[in-house]
């Protein structure tokens, strides 16, 4: 009966994020972010999206007759019991409700409607967002009507897969009274917050939910959906992610769903959604967001519409945000490695190129936090110009900078070795040509050199004097396969530590790039990002079996930003057959996690060892927080370390 407009929404490609534009700044479009990517704006996501609506009402102007009046049409109607409302691309006149919030900043200006009479379902919401496009002349507490037509605007856009967001488009609104009493929020808690995440999708419609009856008691995304526009409240909520560089930060309303021990929910399985997160961003000036940390609270009460964007889903757009208390968290430094001790790190330095202000806190954190570990695997070390893309290749002076500033830092003078990947060959930000590099330390470790290693050959394994040996080192593993393809080859090496070879292989798989979200309308989420990473990591793991094929109990270490969780399939074909073991497993539960994204503290970087390391049954793993939880973070992963005794 219905159309459902985000079917047929253009594709909108995903957005590079942009911080929060003040309020009384107009919105550029097209925007240009540093680096010289001209990216689309929000602004031009949400015309594409709008240019659909219209689209919808055509298609289903059969079905109208008149517009739909005061008497018949109120926002609990509009919204329905499913997703989408019954009323999507039809007119309706005379909506009336109480302004509670109004938007005024943004591509997405309006405001949003609520009825102080609400029906007896708690399935329908009783509130609205109005998309009035210029800032809007409306008041908090001014009662209005509303004519316009019903649209389901998808964030981002359809290919996302994301839910829409129901609307009241091209609005003419009609004040009848002003300085009324908005209605009382609804209180977000851990009582009411169901505990399961989501219903299975309609098998017949694509695995969709949208079409699906709301279920608020039983399923979070419901409830979520059935507040969807309402003024809600939080309160004394503590923070799990911190505040990032567009104005918002995600807290916890279960404080003790999934705690870690430092603050945030831990994701620890795909079949236990953290039903307790929700994003926060504010109506008020940017200057004013609180800078946040993992572990803060907002104390005392939060207060908005509830609405839904690209960037994390449900989120209380607060019209009013308690006061930030301090947690108190403090970055981890963690032990030096002992003589007999050989410490490897991994190290995600996000977009690292010479045009960084980061390389001497990359440096203390490298000298101090990690104590100086003997190989460091980089990854997203950016060439000599960074983003520009003129085919440079050469990152000698990315490194030799992070090398001096390390120095400078009290540190060792490392040496380093990578390979060079083919111009703009490997994904990540266009001209960056990221690669993965190994810092050594030569006063402890040494590199074994053996020509012939390149952009393109293959390293293979030979043995020698019965033992194994890398064909190239540095070497890059099966480049030319197409698992790599617009993706970062590893980089393996031949180390030697007190007489003893060490192969280290450094990684930088795949991303979660086009992966739905969790709060997607197809339920199970597509993950199509592994297809390409399970590829990855079928090769990395049957180079290491090569390596083991030749020595059974040789020394592998195969470590880096994984992209994947420690839960992951991802994980268990890097494992294998028991050729690598993901050693973030020795931690206790509540510490395993490198990254923090929306609210859910997980693992993406990893240190994988091969048997003879894992039997040793003298590996101290440590993830050292010194980035994810922390709103002035120099990059967005924590470092790993390993110890152990070859
Ligand atoms: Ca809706
Ligand atoms: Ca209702
Ligand atoms: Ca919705
Ligand atoms: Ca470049």
């Not at 985000?6 to 240009?32: F, G, H, I, M, W």
């Not at 990216?39 to 999206?49: D, F, G, I, Y």
């Not at 923090?596 to 503290?601: E, K, L, P, S, V």
Request: aromatic share 6%.
């Amino acid at each position: 009966m219905t159309t459902v407009c985000s079917t047929r929404v253009a594709t909108a490609p995903p957005v590079k994020r942009l911080p929060k534009v003040l309020s009384t700044t107009p919105v550029p479009a097209p925007t240009q972010v540093p680096g010289g990517i001209t990216l689309p704006s929000k602004k031009s996501a949400r015309l594409a999206a709008l240019t659909v609506a219209a689209v919808c009402s055509a298609a289903s102007a059969v079905a109208l007759t008149s517009p739909a009046h005061a008497d018949s049409v109120r926002i609990h109607d509009i919204q329905g019991t499913t997703r989408i409302s019954p009323y999507a691309g039809q007119k309706v006149a005379d909506v009336p409700g109480i302004v509670t919030a109004t938007r005024t900043y943004g591509s997405s200006r309006g405001f949003w409607l609520q009825d102080p009479t609400p029906d007896d379902n708690p399935a329908t919401s009783e509130g609205v967002f109005v998309f009035t496009s210029s800032t809007p002349k409306v008041a908090v507490g001014d009662s209005v009507t509303v004519s316009g037509t019903v649209s389901e605007y998808v964030p981002g856009g359809a290919s996302t897969g994301n839910q829409s967001v129901t609307e009241i488009t091209k609005p003419t609104v009609t004040t009848v009274s002003t300085g009324n009493a908005v209605p009382a929020p609804v209180v977000i808690d851990a009582k009411s917050v169901p505990g399961e995440y989501t219903p299975a999708g309609d098998p017949t419609a694509d695995n969709s939910i949208n079409g699906l009856t709301l279920d608020p008691s039983t399923y979070a995304l419901d409830y979520y959906e059935s507040l969807e526009g309402m003024n809600v409240q939080v309160a004394d909520a503590r923070v799990v992610t911190a505040t990032d560089p567009y104005s918002e930060l995600w807290v916890t309303v279960k404080p003790r769903e999934n705690r870690t021990r430092r603050g945030g929910t831990l994701y620890a399985s795909y079949d236990d959604q953290n039903t307790g997160r929700l994003q926060i961003q504010s109506l008020g000036a940017t200057a004013d967001f609180p800078a946040a940390n993992v572990g803060d609270t907002l104390t005392g009460t939060t207060t908005g519409p509830l609405d839904f964007n690209q960037f994390g889903g449900y989120t209380l757009v607060a019209s009013r945000l308690g006061t930030l208390k301090s947690g108190g968290l403090e970055r981890e430094t963690t032990r030096k490695q002992s003589r007999g001790e050989l410490a490897v790190a991994t190290y995600n330095v996000e977009n690292l190129d010479p045009s960084d202000k980061t390389f001497d806190a990359h440096a203390a954190a490298i000298v101090n936090n990690l104590q100086s570990p003997d190989i460091v695997s980089l990854e997203e070390i950016q060439d000599n110009d960074g983003a520009t893309d003129d085919g440079v290749v050469d990152a000698s002076t990315t490194v030799t900078k992070l090398i001096d500033a390390i120095v400078a830092a009290g540190g060792p003078t490392y040496d380093w070795r990578s390979i060079n990947p083919a111009n703009d060959q490997d994904g990540g930000e266009p001209g960056g040509n990221i690669r993965q590099v190994f810092l050594f330390n030569p006063e402890r470790v040494s590199f074994v050199d053996r020509a012939g290693g390149d952009s393109t050959t293959a390293v293979g394994v030979t043995k020698v004097h019965g033992k194994a040996q890398l064909t190239a080192s540095p070497g890059r593993v099966d480049p030319a396969n197409d698992a790599w393809k617009s993706s970062r080859k590893p980089l393996a090496g031949e180390f030697v530590f007190r007489s003893r070879t060490v192969f280290v292989i450094a990684n930088h798989l795949n991303s979660k790039g086009g992966d739905q979200a969790l709060t997607s309308q197809h339920q199970p989420v597509v993950r199509s990002s592994e297809i390409q990473r399970h590829a990855q990591a079928t090769l990395v793991n049957a180079f290491v079996k090569s390596i083991l094929d030749v020595q059974k109990n040789a020394d592998v270490v195969a470590l880096g930003d994984m992209n994947d969780f420690d839960f992951s399939d991802t994980t268990k074909i890097l494992q294998g057959d028991g050729e690598l073991w993901s050693a973030i497993q020795s931690l206790p539960r509540s510490e395993r996690y490198t990254y923090d994204y929306q609210g859910n503290q997980q693992v993406l970087d990893q240190i994988l060892v091969s048997p003879s390391i894992r039997r040793g049954c003298d590996l101290d793993y440590d993830s050292v927080h010194i980035n994810s939880e922390f709103h002035d973070q120099i990059s967005d992963h924590d470092p790993q370390v390993l110890r152990f005794r070859p």
